[in-house]
């Protein structure tokens, strides 16, 4: 089992910054990537970054590339998305997760989540 604690949420007006922390505990060794999704309201899940578990190759959703960057530091099993330039359309409920197998920014292949953090940006 993989847990996963999220941090780093609030409010933020639209231009802000903020960065959220994901950190993974249990059997991490068995993941093969960590992903970042967020829910907004009345809307569906969807993927915006990842990373593979190597750290080096990362992808994202084309509504936030340009904006957000995903990172990893092993040493401390946390997984970072640093979200700049943020729009009021970035609110939702964001959430860390990790895949064993394959990955691609899609719910159904996710093994493990955590249980959320909120972001809310304003006009």
């Known amino acids: 089992q993989v847990q996963l604690v999220e941090s780093g949420g609030g409010s933020v007006q639209a231009g802000g910054s903020l960065r959220l922390s994901c950190a993974a505990s249990g059997y991490t060794y068995s993941t093969n990537c960590m992903e970042w999704f967020r829910q907004a309201p009345g809307k569906e899940r969807e993927g915006v970054a990842g990373?593979?578990?190597?750290?080096?190759?990362?992808y994202y959703s084309d509504s936030v590339k340009g904006r957000f960057t995903i990172s990893q530091d092993k040493a401390k099993n946390t997984v970072y998305l640093q979200m700049n330039s943020l729009k009021p359309e970035d609110t939702a409920i964001y959430y860390c997760a990790a895949a064993r197998s394959y990955c691609g920014l899609v719910p159904y292949l996710i093994n493990y989540w955590g249980q959320g953090t909120q972001v809310t940006v304003s006009s």
């Open positions: 990373v593979y578990s190597g750290g080096r190759n990362t």
